[in-house]
């Protein structure tokens, strides 16, 4: 099993930037891949961002390509979801997610609120 937990969500205005962190344990040595997904009522949970832990190549929605960037630690067990020019259509509840193989690991999600 691998479990994560998230970090950094919170409230700010349109234009601002926010920084959120996932770190993992348990069984990382099996995690290929981690990433975050996003979340609004009413709508399906959609894919923001993705970085290989083995080769750091990243992979980006169009709506998080020039605005976010996803890397990983030197541990290769925590990864970090810079936001910058956030506007309000991002608010949503941010969810890490870990791949190993045909196994998917998701954390307990955090409140990303953008303002206008």
């Known amino acids: 099993q691998v479990q994560l937990v998230e970090s950094g969500g919170g409230l700010v205005h349109a234009g601002g930037s926010l920084r959120l962190s996932c770190s993992a344990s348990g069984r990382t040595a099996s995690v290929e891949d981690m990433g975050w997904f996003r979340q609004v009522p009413g709508k399906d949970r959609e894919f923001v961002a993705v970085?290989?832990?083995?080769?750091?190549?990243?992979f980006y929605s169009d709506s998080a390509k020039d605005r976010f960037i996803i890397s990983r630690d030197t541990t290769k067990t925590t990864v970090h979801l810079q936001m910058n020019s956030l506007n309000v259509e991002d608010t949503a509840v941010y969810y890490c997610?870990?791949?190993?193989?045909?196994?998917?690991?998701w954390g307990q999600g955090t409140q990303v609120t953008v303002s206008s």
């Open positions: 997610h870990a791949g190993s193989g045909v196994t998917s690991y």
């Open positions: 970085i290989s832990l083995h080769d750091g190549s990243a």
